[in-house]
């Protein structure tokens, strides 16, 4: 019963994904401009956690844990997650960046890890592709 009563209450503590950009401005900010500056890396970490919200989790509760470490300290711990292999290896600055969002606005990116596959849906929603695009263009 008192387990069932602690679980009630961090379900209803958590921020569903629709407010998390209400609930931390500054924190969507930098995210959005993470997604500016890494358009390729931001869309392959966006899918990965539609794929794996699992293993986002884990790297964001690894970054803020570790705050001083690269994001090779991470790989080699997940030697076994291909797809990590692969952003790694083409988008390590994105992805120490993406770590250093998630130290910098801890709550935040606790907050969104906390819905399965909600930075997926923040990529979708808050940032879709199309606008990244449309931003990256020379002139436009």
Known sequence: M???????????????????KQKHPQAAQALG?????????????FAWD???????????????SNPDADIVAFHTKHRDWPEFDELLDKHRGALNE??????????????????????EWAGKNLY??????????PGG
Not at 2 to 20: D, H, K, M, N
Not at 105 to 118: F, Q, S
């Open 33 to 45: 401009k993470w997604v500016h500056e890494n358009p390729q890396a931001s869309r392959k970490v």
């Open 50 to 64: 539609g794929l794996h919200p699992d293993r986002t989790k884990e790297l964001v509760e690894w970054a803020i």
């Open 98 to 119: 993406f770590a250093a969002w998630a130290r910098q606005h801890r709550d935040a990116a606790k907050a969104l890890i906390e819905n399965p596959r909600g930075l």
């Open 128 to 137: 879709p592709a199309r606008s990244r695009q449309a931003r990256a263009r």
């Open 2 to 20: 008192l387990r069932a009563l602690c679980f009630g209450l961090v379900v209803a503590a958590a921020v569903p994904v629709s407010q998390w």
